[in-house]
């Protein structure tokens, strides 16, 4: 469209010289410099109507989409919860993996940018670590729906979708509190650079001061099964007796209850942050250590996110946050919810 406006424009600056240019006495000029203006007048109103007709018409949209961690099966129905919306749509989703490394993430986006995307969903390996790719994609002029977890700086962003983090934390601590009245020692598997897990560790850390409880120890899990289940078998040598253990996530949670059981550990609640299936089927069982999980809808905050994008998209104003339900999914509830997909 702007190159046919442009084209217009040229055209009306050639008819205009060549016209005025050639005249060789006043009435002449004025009679070929009205004759110009007529002809531009004219030009320019088709220049407009073409534009007008242009902007009516649909769009096709790129969009890019990078998560800090695409097996974690918290993102894998997210992902494709956008994917069907963005498909439905007649556009085209282009979706990266950066296995929980922002410089690979960097990198992915850069490769988006080169491939033209119009704009792109994007939750943070690291919310400090992505800045630089924020950079880039504000200079090539590419919005940004950012989603789970916040950038460092969210002026970067056009808006932002995600669970209320702090309360999903707050109400296992609440439960703990409830349960546990006597407090005892625990252990919390966070993980310092992601925002999301760090506000959950925070509303936990809240629900439980001055309840008694004393923190053993607290080290990142880097919200990795396998890493949480590596640091749960070693802590469990010298703090067997923890009376709860919170981890930042789902997957962290079932680390720390691998290593548990490992280590014939009978009597300790563990807690989580997400409601995923494998979570839920725990607490269904009656039988397991896992306790509660502060609930969240992955399929919500996708549907969010894809609503956001395409309002942004067709000019209309956007809020700067559009927070998700959390809540506490316990065994008292969890057929309320289902074990056999996300909430």
């Given at each position: 469209?702007?190159?046919?406006?442009?084209?217009?424009?040229?055209?009306?600056?050639?008819?205009?010289s060549?016209?005025?240019?050639?005249?060789?006495?006043?009435?002449?000029?004025?009679?070929?410099t009205?004759?110009?203006?007529?002809?531009?007048?004219?030009?320019a109103?088709?220049?407009?109507a073409?534009?007008?007709?242009?902007?009516?018409?649909?769009?096709?949209?790129?969009?890019?989409?990078?998560?800090?961690?695409?097996?974690n099966?918290?993102?894998v129905?997210?992902?494709?919860?956008?994917?069907?919306?963005?498909?439905?749509?007649?556009?085209t989703?282009?979706?990266?993996?950066?296995?929980?490394?922002v410089?690979?993430?960097?990198?992915?986006?850069?490769?988006?940018?080169?491939?033209?995307?119009?704009?792109?969903?994007?939750?943070?390996?690291?919310?400090?670590?992505?800045?630089?790719?924020?950079?880039?994609?504000?200079?090539?002029?590419?919005?940004?729906?950012n989603?789970?977890t916040?950038?460092?700086?969210?002026?970067?962003?056009?808006?932002?979708?995600?669970?209320?983090?702090?309360?999903?934390?707050?109400?296992?601590?609440?439960?703990?509190?409830?349960?546990?009245?006597?407090g005892?020692?625990?252990?919390?598997?966070?993980?310092?650079t992601?925002?999301?897990?760090?506000?959950?560790?925070?509303?936990?850390?809240?629900?439980?001061?001055?309840?008694?409880?004393?923190?053993?120890?607290?080290?990142?899990?880097?919200?990795?099964?396998?890493?949480a289940m590596?640091?749960?078998?070693?802590?469990?040598?010298?703090?067997?007796d923890?009376?709860?253990?919170?981890?930042?996530?789902?997957?962290?949670?079932?680390?720390a209850?691998?290593?548990?059981?490992?280590?014939?550990?009978?009597?300790?609640?563990?807690?989580?942050?997400?409601?995923?299936?494998?979570?839920?089927?725990?607490?269904?069982?009656?039988?397991?250590?896992?306790?509660?999980?502060?609930?969240?809808?992955?399929?919500?905050?996708?549907?969010?996110?894809?609503?956001?994008?395409?309002?942004?998209?067709?000019?209309?104003?956007?809020?700067?946050?559009?927070?998700?339900?959390?809540?506490?999914?316990?065994?008292?509830n969890?057929?309320?919810?289902?074990?056999?997909?996300?909430?």
């Amino acid at each position: 469209m702007k190159r046919k406006v442009l084209s217009a424009l040229l055209c009306i600056s050639l008819v205009a010289s060549t016209l005025v240019g050639c005249g060789s006495t006043k009435t002449e000029e004025k009679a070929e410099t009205e004759t110009a203006e007529s002809v531009a007048e004219t030009v320019a109103e088709e220049a407009t109507a073409e534009a007008e007709a242009a902007v009516g018409e649909k769009e096709s949209y790129t969009f890019g989409y990078t998560c800090m961690d695409g097996t974690n099966p918290f993102f894998v129905i997210l992902e494709q919860t956008i994917r069907d919306r963005v498909e439905a749509n007649g556009d085209t989703l282009i979706t990266t993996d950066p296995a929980n490394d922002v410089s690979l993430q960097i990198t992915q986006i850069e490769d988006m940018i080169s491939q033209g995307i119009d704009a792109i969903f994007l939750n943070p390996a690291e919310a400090e670590g992505i800045l630089p790719a924020l950079d880039e994609l504000k200079a090539a002029g590419i919005p940004i729906i950012n989603f789970d977890t916040e950038v460092a700086d969210l002026s970067y962003v056009a808006s932002y979708a995600g669970s209320d983090n702090y309360n999903a934390g707050k109400v296992c601590g609440e439960d703990l509190v409830a349960k546990c009245p006597d407090g005892g020692d625990i252990i919390i598997l966070d993980s310092p650079t992601m925002n999301s897990i760090v506000d959950r560790t925070n509303g936990f850390l809240d629900a439980i001061e001055g309840k008694g409880f004393n923190i053993v120890a607290q080290q990142d899990a880097k919200g990795n099964l396998e890493t949480a289940m590596g640091i749960t078998e070693d802590l469990l040598q010298a703090h067997g007796d923890v009376v709860a253990i919170f981890g930042g996530n789902d997957p962290t949670a079932l680390g720390a209850l691998a290593a548990a059981n490992a280590a014939g550990i009978t009597d300790c609640k563990i807690y989580g942050v997400d409601g995923s299936p494998d979570i839920k089927a725990e607490l269904a069982s009656g039988t397991s250590l896992i306790e509660g999980t502060g609930a969240q809808s992955p399929i919500s905050i996708a549907n969010t996110s894809v609503d956001i994008m395409y309002k942004l998209l067709s000019g209309e104003k956007v809020d700067e946050r559009y927070p998700v339900e959390t809540f506490l999914i316990t065994e008292d509830n969890v057929a309320e919810y289902g074990t056999d997909g996300w909430q």
